[in-house]
């Protein structure tokens, strides 16, 4: 069972419960959390008391395809891991002066430790959500997108849902130094997430999601990676307490957990790529880059 939010004929946004079979029923909750509360107050999991209010519902006539589909919950903040993935080591080892000169980096280090990387990827007014625009750094010379599983947690860590997160990184900004994380990471629209939050109670297994990530460029594929988050070096509640520690967390948090699909290193995305992340059960992300308006040059 998934959630999703649209917005319907008068341009109202509405919440929706997605069965595997596609079919969609409009609910009458305003958000994702609302649900979410309701079914604490009723004493029961979010799962069933989903399918127990849809049982009484007809399915709305519009298909999937068909809709305008918003970011399937407004997160007050989107955290990220980093490191998570020996690929993701890898490539950051590349970016760095000492990963070139073969010496053990910082990246190395975090890896291995028994403290993860997280840092603050976005906040609700940088992310958008499905088939939004997504913008590139006017400063950087090499941005890729990181194609992420997304965990929707409440302020207490327990994890709700899973969703997709595209993390746009600036290669060259961080390779150049490390202390660079929050410019290669966060800007205007550098984050979106979506399209849709699998109810983590319909999951059997978080560690077998498949991960799929192409890029098109003019109408052709020049990208395409996958992996699978078996491959993850930590395990998601870990990620989780570690953000927890002496933090302050709010109900609809996304912590992303890292990525494993990296672009050859001679490329970098370029006004009007369209990029795809395909998370299995979850949906497919579909985001658009652009060069922001008003950008600064000579930098």
């Known amino acids: 069972m998934r959630i999703i939010s649209y917005l ?22 305003k958000d994702f959390f609302e649900l ?5 107050d009723h004493d029961t999991s979010l799962l069933h ?26 997160a007050p903040e989107v955290w990220a891991a980093g490191v998570t993935y020996e690929r993701s080591r890898d490539a950051r080892n590349f970016e760095s002066i000492d990963g070139i000169n073969c010496l053990t980096t910082v990246y190395d280090k975090v890896y291995d430790a028994k403290r993860p990387e997280i840092f603050l990827k976005s906040t609700a007014a ?20 990181e194609p992420e599983l997304g965990l929707v947690i409440n302020s207490e860590g327990e994890i709700l849902g899973y969703t997709i997160g595209n993390d746009l990184s600036c290669r060259d900004i961080e390779g150049e130094n490390p202390l660079y994380l929050p410019q290669a990471k966060i800007w205007k629209n550098s984050c979106s997430i979506g399209p849709a939050i699998l109810l983590s109670e319909a999951v059997r297994d978080p560690y077998q999601f498949e991960i799929t990530c192409r890029i098109y ?5 020049v990208v395409e990676g996958s992996a699978n988050t078996r491959q993850l070096k930590r395990k998601f509640d870990e990620l989780v307490s570690y953000l927890l ?8 948090t996304v912590l992303l957990t890292g990525t494993c699909i990296v672009p050859p290193n001679e490329f970098t995305l370029v006004d009007g790529d369209q990029i795809e992340i395909d998370i ?8 658009t880059v652009h060069l922001a308006k008003n950008v600064v040059h000579n930098l």
């Open 217 to 221: 460029r003019n109408g052709d594929k």
């Open 49 to 74: 008391f989903v399918e127990s209010a849809i049982s009484t519902l007809d399915p709305i006539s519009q298909s999937l395809e068909k809709l305008s589909l918003l970011v399937p919950i407004e």
């Open 126 to 145: 940088r992310t958008v959500g499905p088939n939004d625009k997504l913008y590139l750094r006017s400063d950087s010379k090499w941005q890729i997108p």
């Open 36 to 40: 979410a509360q309701q079914a604490k």
């Open 245 to 252: 520690k002496d933090n302050q967390i709010f109900n609809g």
């Open 280 to 287: 299995s059960d979850i949906g497919v992300l579909q985001n």
């Open 8 to 29: 319907n004929e008068k341009s109202v946004p509405v919440l929706a419960a997605l069965t595997n079979e596609g079919q969609i029923y409009s609910l009458p909750q």
